[in-house]
């Protein structure tokens, strides 16, 4: 298999290194990736989808051994479609709740931000 995408060219796409593709691979998250003729890895373009989706669910607080979960099943093929969904579901009802906590926090500071504004005017002290 000398087509595909080499590691390097794949870690650039994206965006995470070789090393982490390679931690990826070996932990399950990427299925075993084709090889060259030579022994270097060769992504596919399908390859790309899932570690963008990956990306996504690490970026939004998954930890790592719920992704190996979702992976697995993902293996599984659609026999495991409502537990993967199921997964999902749980996933984005603890971003919705992050993203509240956060609303909560934001308005928070923003309110103490007022109040120093309002203490720097009444004390003649305007921001430039």
Known sequence: MDTGIPIRAFAARTGLSAHTLRYYERIGLLDPVGRAS??????????????????????????????????????HGDRTLPERRELLEAHQRDIEQHLADLQVNLAAITEKIQHYRDLEVSNGQHGE
């Open 38 to 75: 030579s022994g270097h890895r060769r992504y596919l373009a399908g390859d790309l989808a899932w570690v963008e989706f990956l990306t996504r669910l690490r970026a939004t607080g998954m930890p790592v051994r719920v992704m190996q979960r979702f992976a697995a099943l993902r293996r």
